[in-house]
Each structure stands twice: as structure tokens, then as C-alpha cells.
């Protein structure tokens, strides 16, 4: 119950749900070569890190394929694209979706994958990530 308390935050009079913690495992949605990566900071947070869709975070890469650009145990900087936990939309209606992945990033901040896999939140667009929004083959 505590970690359901920690995860709803009161922002501009409405909860915000966050999902992404310290140590969390999402699917990378892109093909650089790596399949899973693990947060260990959420750019732009203090105290409690988390994050929802369209933050920045540092991760480190734990499972690759071989002969890639992004090899195991390599640190980069991701998006978050997509989280389990609901998105609240102006209208009042909710979305989520199966999986937590993310898009990956090299050090400038361009994009490491020259694809976008599955599906983005329409949130992902509205926070000026259009590259990933127009690569993405299905926008939510």
C-alpha cells in the first residue's frame, strides 16, 4: 500500500502516476542492439527518482545482441516511451501499456537506433521529441 501511496503525486490539481524507479528494467524499443536496460537516475529529479513517459534517465545496458552499436554493460541515456502504469490525458481518459520501454540516446542527445519498435504515447510528441514521434510506426 505504502508503494502505491509513493507512486501518486498531486501535480497542477491532478495525480500523476509515475513508474519508473531506481532499478528498474525496461525493454529497449529501438534497434541499436540492445534488449534490456536498467535505470540507475532519472535526469532531473532529486529525492525520490522517478519517472513516467518522455523522461530522461541514465541506464545501464544488461542484455545486447553481439556485433551492435550498444554492448553490454555500456552506460547511455534513454526516453521513456512506454509504462504499465496509466497515463492521465487532458480529457480525462487513461492509457497504458504492456511493457516499460524506452528509446536510447547517445551522448548529444540524438537518437542511437534508426528505428522506432511498437507503439509511443501521444505525450512523447507533446515534450519535443518529434524524431522519435515521426520514427515511431503507431502513436497512442
Known amino acids: 500500500m505504502q508503494s502505491l501511496l509513493n507512486a501518486l503525486v498531486l501535480i497542477d490539481g491532478f495525480l500523476k502516476f509515475f513508474m519508473i524507479y531506481l532499478g528498474s528494467q ?3 524499443a529501438d534497434n541499436s542492439g540492445a534488449k534490456i536496460v536498467e535505470c540507475f537516475h532519472v535526469d532531473g529529479s532529486t529525492g525520490t527518482q522517478r519517472g513516467d513517459v518522455g ?3 541514465v541506464c545501464s545496458v544488461k542484455d545486447a545482441m553481439p556485433n551492435m552499436k550498444v554492448k553490454k554493460g555500456q552506460v547511455v541515456k534513454a526516453i ?3 509504462t504499465k502504469s496509466r497515463i492521465r490525458r487532458a480529457d480525462g ?3 497504458s501499456f ?3 520501454a524506452a528509446v536510447l540516446l547517445d551522448k548529444k542527445g540524438e537518437l542511437i ?3 522506432v519498435l511498437g507503439p509511443v504515447a501521444r505525450e512523447i510528441r507533446t515534450k519535443g ?3 522519435i514521434a515521426s520514427l515511431a510506426s503507431e502513436i497512442i
Open 129 to 131: 521529441f518529434l524524431k
Open 98 to 100: 504492456d511493457d516499460n
Open 113 to 115: 537506433g534508426t528505428r
Open 93 to 95: 481518459s487513461y492509457v
Open 55 to 57: 523522461s530522461t534517465i
Open 80 to 82: 521513456i516511451v512506454r
Open 26 to 28: 525496461l525493454i529497449v
